[in-house]
């Protein structure tokens, strides 16, 4: 079947400025992860959801990090008044569960702000 | 808590020699592992897993890694490299759920 989609996969957002990706995980994984990846670096873990339940946001780096999943499917992860530090390739997965089960990657929305 | 350490940040090889790409652990308990391979502007794609059930783990690409207590490794290895095998690979623990990236592993092959 489809694989985890992401979008946009490119966003170009002024300093300031609000910004929401998306996230579209396999269809029946219940589990689903953001990660961040700045340039030339290992992705690092964001936050976690099991269905609609935010379980884990330790890995968000400050209170303009906001995630949401309301039905459990589809996951935004919007970002407030944009920092350069900000700029990395997000990163969205999905799995069956919570614990061992190998994590699915989307191919990331790299946010540059300028 | 895991944690891993990729002892080669740059791995070159020539086209259709072995190769070998090496990452030791650090765990109190038998440990949840993961090798991922990311291509160029690619997303991250799993490689194969290790949890326990056999110690060796064949995956996609004629990949496969080897889980050694003693030594405390899981190394990946290949025995033919392909042009395409060039990208980074990252050797995972899953701690929790979370997976825990480290700088992973840049691999050249040469033609």
């Known amino acids: 079947g489809a694989g985890v989609s992401q979008s946009p996969r490119y966003k170009v957002a002024k300093r300031g400025q609000d910004v929401a990706l998306r996230c579209d995980p396999i269809s029946g994984h219940v589990s689903l992860f953001w990660y961040q990846q700045a340039l030339g670096q290992g992705p690092e873990f964001l936050t976690y959801f099991q269905n609609e339940a935010q379980l884990d946001k330790s890995g968000l780096p400050s209170d303009r990090f906001f995630a949401e999943r309301p039905e459990g499917s589809v996951s935004t992860l919007k970002i407030q008044r944009t920092q350069q530090e900000d700029s990395a390739v997000y990163l969205c997965?999905?799995?069956?569960?919570?614990?061992?089960?190998?994590?699915?990657f989307g191919p990331g929305t790299r946010l540059t702000v300028t | 808590a895991q944690s891993v350490t990729q002892l080669d940040s740059h791995v070159s090889v020539s086209e259709g020699t072995p190769v070998l790409l090496r990452c030791n652990y650090s765990?109190?308990?038998?440990?949840?592992l993961f090798w991922y391979v990311q291509h160029p502007n690619k997303g991250l794609q799993l490689l194969l897993k290790y949890t326990s059930a056999a110690t060796l783990v064949k995956g996609i690409n004629g990949f496969e890694a080897e889980f050694k207590k003693s030594e405390t490794s899981f190394h990946l290895t290949k025995p033919s490299a392909h042009m395409s095998d060039a990208a980074e690979y990252f050797c995972?623990?899953?701690?929790?759920?979370?997976?825990?990236f480290g700088q992973g592993t840049e691999l050249s092959v040469k033609p």
């Open positions: 995972v623990p899953n701690q929790g759920g979370k997976l825990i």
């Open positions: 765990s109190s308990y038998s440990p949840s």
């Open positions: 997965a999905s799995s069956l569960g919570w614990g061992d089960y190998e994590q699915y």
